[in-house]
C-alpha cells in the first residue's frame, strides 16, 4: 500500500506493507510482503485462514485468519479468495 494521504494539513508517504510471520515447521521468523500471501475467506472460521511458502524451509503453511487477521490482511492489500 503506497501513496499519501492529507490529514490537518499533514501529509505523509507510505511504504510497502509487509506483514510478520513465523514458520511453524523450521521456527524461522520473517517479513512477507502482500503478493507472498494468500487470504481465503469461508462460510466458517474453519474454512477462514492465510498461506503463504516459508522462504526458510520452503514449506506451505497454512493457518487460521480471525476478524481481525482479516481486517489486516486485506487492508494491507493480500489477495483474496472468497467461497461461500
Known amino acids: 500500500m503506497s501513496g499519501t494521504s492529507g490529514l490537518s494539513g499533514l501529509s ?9 510471520a513465523a514458520c511453524p515447521d523450521c521456527r524461522a521468523r520473517f517479513e512477507l510482503a502482500a503478493g507472498a500471501l494468500r487470504l481465503a475467506i469461508g462460510g466458517t472460521r474453519r474454512t477462514t485462514f ?12 497454512r493457518k487460521p485468519a480471525g476478524d481481525r487477521i ?15
Open 12 to 20: 505523509a508517504t507510505v511504504g510497502p506493507v509487509t506483514f510478520k
Open 50 to 61: 492465510y498461506s503463504f511458502t516459508c522462504p526458510e524451509c520452503g514449506r506451505s503453511v
Open 70 to 84: 482479516v481486517e489486516l490482511l486485506t487492508g494491507g492489500g493480500v489477495s483474496t479468495l472468497r467461497s461461500v
